[in-house]
């Protein structure tokens, strides 16, 4: 069973356009993590959410948005596409904002 | 702010041992940890150290803090082929989530990762 998913696994999509990844883990963890890795292979958070509510928020455009239904969720919607954009974004979760995070497979979007 | 750093890129044969160094800046870190990612897949922990540790051990992987000099190390011993991936150091920081005003606390910070290539 895979404890941290991500859908879909590869997203490839034209400028301007408005996309969603998903994100859901069965650990019972109350925090979740989305990052982003450029092509060169650097990561950095996004966002952090702790039981639905967001407390980590770095500089993001807010073009993205994400959102948490329960706390096995948190999906990243973007809006208008841009080519910077492409990159992989993982997500992962931690069972509190200071234990360790596990991460997803990641999902690699690519922006035409 | 946090920065870690680490060395690129790093060529070893199979059967030798691997020492991967990572430096970090935040004097107030908590866990550092080591992270894998191998080609095309997400990223798998290693390990990771409590900062009031100065050594860890786990099979073939030996885990060196120096806290004085912020510099961490990861030891692969009898590397394999298997071994040949990406790894990344990253460090949490360690300021309580009030005092920071909720932008540091539980944030990793990764370094650049170091390309490890195990040649047969």
């Known amino acids: 069973d895979t404890a941290v998913s991500q859908t879909p696994k590869y997203l490839v999509t034209q400028m301007g356009n408005d996309k969603s990844i998903k994100c859901e883990q069965n650990?019972?963890?109350?925090?979740m993590y989305w990052y982003k890795q450029d092509s060169k292979k650097f990561l950095k958070i996004m966002f952090s959410?702790?039981?639905?509510?967001?407390?980590i928020n770095e500089t993001v455009p807010n073009r993205f948005s994400p959102k948490s239904p329960d706390k096995a969720h948190l999906n990243l919607h973007i809006n208008s596409l841009e080519l910077g954009d492409s990159a992989v974004y993982f997500c992962?979760?931690?069972?509190?904002?200071?234990?360790?995070?596990?991460f997803g497979p990641g999902t690699r979007l690519l922006v035409l | 702010g946090e920065d870690v750093e680490q060395s690129l890129f790093l060529s070893v044969r199979e059967g030798d041992s691997s020492v991967i160094n990572c430096t970090y800046t935040d004097s107030s870190s908590t866990y550092l940890y080591w992270y894998k990612q191998e080609p095309g897949a997400g990223l798998q922990l290693l390990t990771y150290?409590?900062?009031?540790?100065d050594m860890k051990q786990d099979q073939r992987l030996t885990v060196l803090l120096n806290k004085k000099d912020k510099h961490l190390s990861l030891r692969i011993a009898d590397t394999q082929t298997g071994d040949s991936a990406i790894y990344f150091c990253?460090?949490?920081?360690?300021?309580?989530?009030?005092?920071?005003?909720?932008?540091?606390?539980?944030?990793?910070?990764f370094g650049q990762g170091t390309i490890l290539t195990v040649h047969p």
């Open positions: 650990l019972g963890h109350d925090t």
């Open positions: 959410y702790n039981n639905k509510e967001l407390i």
């Open positions: 150290i409590f900062s009031n540790m």
């Open positions: 990253a460090e949490r920081a360690g300021l309580p989530l009030w005092d920071a005003g909720g932008t540091s606390y539980g944030k990793l910070t």
């Open positions: 992962a979760s931690s069972q509190r904002l200071e234990e360790t995070q596990y």
